[in-house]
């Protein structure tokens, strides 16, 4: 494939990292700026949201979670089972040199597939920005389930599987998830669905 051309299509989604990442700096008063990120694959999106926090002056912290390996099918269903044997090329060690550019000692490699790795990992206490990309719906809501209550007030969920026609389960997910939320869900036309954090009620 033609990389440009392929960055050039993913223009919009890429701006909205970045944006995202910023108003969570701004709008959040976490005194640390920890960055999450679940299916990190090549680390694109990654460069976007820390390259914010870089052009901010904001120190922060990245975990970021990805098995670097193909999708399991045992861990896929209904239709997201066509996707199983994808992602077979991804290396960790090629994610950690396209990242490079940031001081390794505030990035944190999580390798494992979702949830097991949660057992095992670096888990940060507290986040202000999360970016969802795992094309499955389960994943998703563990992920969810895993960082809600530690991501700050005013902090952002970014799903890049939201609005795709394929991915209508993490939708439905991810919807029915957020009803008992104190949030605000957007669908945004470049496919990807943003999530700001509200208040607790009282």
Known sequence: ADPIKALNGLMWRH????????????????????????????????????????????????YLYDAWQAMDEERLHGSEKQQAGTYSYLNINST??????????????????????????????????????????????????????RLAVGGVILFDDYAWPEHEA??????KWQLDKQATLLHLPTGQGLLIKGEPRK
């Open 170 to 175: 993490t939708q439905r997910a991810v919807e």
């Open 15 to 62: 701006y909205i990292v970045y944006w995202s990442s910023v108003f969570a700096i701004s709008n959040t008063k976490s005194e640390e700026k920890n960055f999450v990120e679940c299916g990190v694959c090549d680390g694109l999106t990654s460069f976007y949201a820390l390259s914010a926090a870089n052009d901010t002056n904001t120190p922060f912290n990245a």
């Open 96 to 149: 950690i040199k396209n990242l490079s550019l940031f001081n390794s000692e505030f990035l944190n490699f999580n390798k494992g597939y979702i949830p097991d790795v949660f057992q095992t990992a670096n888990n940060p206490k507290s986040l202000i920005w999360l970016h969802i990309d795992l094309n499955s719906s389960t994943p998703t809501v563990y992920a969810l389930n895993q960082f809600w209550d």
